[in-house]
């Protein structure tokens, strides 16, 4: 859907080559809407779970999910899009993700610091859900 590129760090963002689902997770991102200001902030994963019959029995493996041309998941976004066009929004990722776990994480921060969900005239976020636990984001925590 979208035409123009992610950014990280305010240049253009490729996943790395060799990249996999033990190195890199995610990320979270913020989409800021070119015509009026208004954005969205969420997380997207790098890789989708996949099966396929192997031998009688079903073998789970991962893919590439569509990353690269996410829109986001809410519906006031994807109603702009259709409306204004896929260069309407900025795409600028925040934070990259070693675990789904750091995304939930970085995501939610993200919308309690900007009080995303207190500011609808700024934002598109109108709900959030969040359970994770300390152990998972052991990458994250301070020794």
């Known amino acids: 859907m979208f035409m123009n ?3 990280y760090q305010g240049k253009p963002f490729q996943l790395p080559e060799g990249a996999d689902p033990k190195t890199i997770q995610g990320f979270v991102y913020i989409l800021t809407n070119r015509n009026n200001g208004k954005k969205y902030i969420g ?13 009688g029995k079903k073998k789970k493996f991962k ?8 829109c986001g998941s809410s519906e006031l976004v994807k109603n702009e899009i259709i409306k ?3 260069d309407t929004f900025l795409r600028e990722i925040l934070h990259l ?3 789904k776990a750091e995304c939930s994480y970085w995501e939610t921060f ?7 969900l207190l500011k ?5 976020n109108e709900w959030c859900s969040c359970k994770i636990r300390r152990a998972h984001l052991k990458n ?3 020794k």
């Not at 609808?120 to 598109?124: H, K, L, V």
């Open 5 to 7: 590129q992610w950014t």
């Open 43 to 55: 997380k997207k994963f790098f890789w989708s779970a996949k099966s396929k019959q192997v031998k």
């Open 63 to 70: 893919v590439e999910s569509d990353w690269q041309t996410y």
């Open 84 to 86: 204004d066009g896929d």
């Open 97 to 99: 993700c070693v675990s």
């Open 110 to 116: 993200e919308i309690f610091n900007r009080l995303a």
């Open 120 to 124: 609808p005239a700024e934002f598109y």
């Open 140 to 142: 994250l925590i301070e």
